[in-house]
């Protein structure tokens, strides 16, 4: 699957950004469970929220519960991210990332699990 992220830009402390992910696959994309991340400059790539193939489950960091919403759209091949109360701290290059449904467990948090990444999009936020 190839992915493509879009929607970042720069906003106010307190505002609201809605990021997009694109998906492109020769197979179904309920195949995928879906996440995002950030990344922001000398830190680390970290877990943001994640959804089931499905999109009856979600799971985010404890940083953003309660201000940041991921949904899926099955039908168009899409993921975002709604953003809402955005701080300085939110400030990141933000990524999608895929994982291909398979037996087993795994840790949705973590980076390594995923198979496959969009090429990023950059959240400045002013304060």
């Known amino acids: 699957v190839q992915l493509q992220a879009s929607g970042g830009g720069l906003v106010q402390a307190g505002g609201s950004l809605r990021l997009s992910c694109a998906a492109s696959?020769?197979?179904?994309?309920?195949?995928?469970?879906m996440a995002w991340f950030r990344q922001a400059p000398g830190k680390e790539r970290d877990f943001v929220a994640a959804i089931s193939w499905a999109g009856s489950t979600s799971w985010y960091a404890d940083s953003v519960k309660g201000r940041f919403t991921i949904s899926r759209d099955n039908a168009k091949n899409m993921m975002y991210l709604q953003m809402n109360s955005l701080n300085p701290e939110d400030a990141a290059v933000y990524y999608c990332a895929a994982r291909a449904l398979r037996d087993g467990g795994y840790s949705y948090t973590v980076a390594e699990e995923y198979d496959n990444w969009g090429q990023g999009t950059l959240v400045t936020v002013s304060s």
């Open positions: 696959t020769r197979r179904t994309f309920t195949m995928f469970s």
